[in-house]
């Protein structure tokens, strides 16, 4: 019988590519979300040194009230329940401090609105009570009313003789505000060496075809391609801004670029874009998005492919705790050579991270993915699970790992292989950043990666292994 050799087609090369994307982008967007946890966390942490600062400042209460100010002071809620519920028994009690202590204790219980009316009734009796004010601007800063809690820190720095440590405060607010008020994000631009640009699964490797189970001799026989490495540049990119429109409402914008060009590969090099803006609601604990979302993709120097859809995403913070999900429909249209990828994905990402400490984020995820495509053997299910952690070291150094596990299961069965494709997968990304090298706002990351693909099917297996050494902006 006649023996063909078949290399590998160039559609079977392009799809693994494609279906990386998703891994880049949810790294980027987790990163982004840790930081502006970070600088959240660092807001508050400044903030309960300046009230440390005052506490010692102060004397030994001499009655019931100086004893339940100094209880709200502490945060100590049991004792301030006490105090409070003795200290209005008294016919001559301070209706003042009695307003301050329940609004400290509703805020405490995470009943944030009850607490904004009672510091307001608070300053509407003593409007120059510069301690109610300040409690009332930061809760305003809890709940996102930037434009309100701005008015009302600009009102506190204006006061004479305000303390050192809470004008500091003062200032940390104000700079926390400004930040969210404008774009955020990151950029980065360096080298990168990768082992496998290609995704073969190793030289001289190769598949037989027989036309039946009594055949000896193979009616075509695919070998794989070459390994290939190479050595080029990459770049990545995101920007999230938020604007206030009316009290928690507001329009948020986010966008992402990201891509790698090889040194005399121009056909492996690719280049992504994802912007999205719509409604966003956002309080003291929860914020919610829904907007469109539009990806263009690029290969080889081409447009490859135009998607459009919509997203979702829920976000529920703690005082160390922070879930997110997020729910994404898009439709992908690819240019005519690769129409057959046409279809839609549905994304579902789920991610709860952690802080122990200041200087630990811990984080895992729980992921599910549906796509179709004009071919079934394109379309298919996948599962994945996240785990990573990031830490911050005192000598200015600080490392972020992350580790991938996937589970993708192909609808369609492949003739040639006769089989349904079945791959498990696995990435470990490793970054590590100096800080104290920073220059002109610049610093330096390293940046490791392995991926490991194992499929049923040999040909759709491959490993690969990335080095990149890149200048960070973050902003």
């Not at 440590?165 to 003062?170: D, L, T, Y």
């Not at 950029?187 to 009594?214: M, Y």
């Not at 991270?353 to 811990?362: A, E």
Request: hydrophobic share 35%; net charge neutral; charged share 25%.
């Amino acid at each position: 019988m006649l023996k063909k050799t078949v290399w590998l087609c160039l559609v079977a090369v392009s799809w693994p590519a494609l279906a990386q994307d998703d891994d880049t982008q949810q790294r980027l967007w987790q990163n982004t979300r840790q930081m502006d946890r970070a600088q959240e966390r660092e807001v508050w942490e400044k903030d309960a040194e300046a009230q440390a600062a005052m506490r010692g400042e102060e004397t030994a209460p001499q009655d019931t009230g100086a004893a339940l100010y100094e209880a709200v002071n502490h945060s100590d809620w049991p004792a301030a329940r006490r105090l409070l519920a003795e200290y209005e028994q008294q016919a001559d009690h301070d209706q003042d401090v009695a307003l301050l202590a329940r609004a400290s204790l509703a805020r405490a219980d995470g009943k944030w609105k009850e607490s904004k009316r009672h510091y307001e009734t608070l300053l509407e009796r003593q409007p120059d009570f510069t301690r109610g004010r300040l409690d009332l601007a930061r809760l305003l800063y809890e709940g996102h009313l930037n434009r309100e809690a701005t008015s009302q820190f600009v009102q506190i720095a204006r006061t004479e003789d305000l303390p050192e440590s809470v004008r500091e405060n003062v200032q940390s607010f104000q700079t926390a505000l400004s930040k969210r008020d404008s774009w955020r994000g990151s950029a980065q631009v360096g080298a990168v060496w990768n082992s496998n640009i290609n995704h073969s699964p190793g030289t001289g490797k190769e598949w037989c075809h027989r036309l039946s189970d009594e055949d000896d001799e193979c009616s075509s026989v695919l070998q794989a391609d070459p390994v290939e490495s190479g050595v080029g540049a990459r770049y990545e990119g995101t920007a999230v801004r938020r604007w206030q429109i009316s009290g928690h409402h507001g329009v948020t914008a986010r966008g992402i670029a990201y891509g790698t060009v090889y040194r005399n590969r121009k056909e492996r090099g690719s280049h992504t874009a994802n912007v999205s803006a719509g409604y966003q609601f956002e309080n003291h604990r929860d914020s919610f998005t829904l907007a469109p979302v539009f990806e263009w993709n690029n290969s080889g120097g081409k447009t490859e492919q135009l998607g459009y859809g919509v997203r979702g995403e829920w976000e529920r913070s703690g005082s160390n705790w922070l879930w997110n999900t997020e729910l994404e429909w898009t439709r992908l249209n690819y240019v005519e050579r690769f129409n057959h990828l046409d279809g839609h994905m549905v994304t579902a990402n789920n991610t709860l991270t952690y802080l122990p400490r200041h200087d630990v984020m811990l984080h895992v995820g729980l992921d599910y993915q549906r796509r179709t495509a004009e071919s079934d053997v394109f379309a298919y299910r996948q599962t994945s699970a996240r785990v990573g952690a990031v830490k911050i070291f005192p000598q200015g150094f600080s490392s972020a790992f992350n580790a991938t596990f996937r589970r993708r299961t192909h609808d369609g069965y492949e003739a040639f292989f006769q089989n349904r494709r079945r791959d498990n997968e696995q990435i470990y990304t490793l970054s590590l950043t100096a800080d104290r090298w920073k220059v002109a706002g610049l610093k330096p990351v390293l940046n490791l990666k392995h991926r490991r693909v194992n499929g049923n099917i040999g040909l759709n297996s491959y490993k690969q292994n990335e080095i990149g050494l890149a200048l960070q902006k973050t902003f």
